[in-house]
């Protein structure tokens, strides 16, 4: 049988180890904890690469600049272009890049049942058709084309206004109202 200091001496080395082990697996987990934080939350804190959703349902990526959607919801669309349209207008395809300025760009489909709604919102939020304006359709066999834009203008005051957009809206035969909208700051 070992002497009694022999054995204190190894339950103290053993109980030094055990405090060792607790340690590191404490550090280990706490590192862990921290990471899924970040991961959870560096979005929207703006932390370059880590994506985000917004208050409307996009995903977005931060840069180092500002963040890109690449899908954007309706409800942002019509956030970030100042437009009601009708609930069932679908985004077919969208962008939003936001830096120092910003730029939107969305193709939507109406259903015959909210096409002239959406054509009322959309004079109401930039104005009147504007004649012989290049068209920013590509979509053949579409009627009733109307481009609202302020590309080439300036406002009544002769001050350029804050925002460019070019929107061009059709129907098609079925009664489908299309609507490519363009916005950016100037």
């Known amino acids: 049988m070992p002497a009694p200091s022999t054995t204190v001496r190894r339950r103290a080395k053993a109980r030094k180890a055990l405090r060792i082990a607790i340690f590191c697996v404490s550090l280990v987990l706490g590192v862990i904890l921290a990471l899924l934080v970040l991961a959870r939350f560096a979005g929207g804190w703006g932390i370059p690469y880590f994506s985000m959703t917004t208050e409307n349902g996009s995903r977005c990526v ?13 409800g942002d669309v019509e956030l970030f272009g100042d437009v009601d349209l009708p609930d069932d207008t679908q985004v077919v395809r969208s962008r939003y890049v ?21 054509l009322t919102a959309l004079q109401e939020s930039y104005g009147k058709c504007v004649k012989d304006h290049p068209n920013p359709l590509s979509e053949d066999g579409l009627t009733s084309l109307c481009i609202l834009a302020n590309d080439q203008e300036t406002t009544q005051t002769g001050i350029p206004d804050s925002r460019v957009y070019v ?18 700051s100037r």
Do not use: I, K, M, W
Request: proline fraction near 2%.
């Open 98 to 118: 936001s830096t120092h300025d910003y730029a939107l760009q969305a193709a939507l489909e109406v259903p015959a049942a909210g096409a002239q709604d959406a």
């Open 167 to 184: 929107v061009g809206t059709a129907l098609r035969a079925d009664g489908t109202r299309v609507v490519n909208l363009s916005v950016r």
């Open 62 to 74: 931060n840069t180092f600049t500002g963040f890109t959607c690449e899908s954007v919801t309706l």
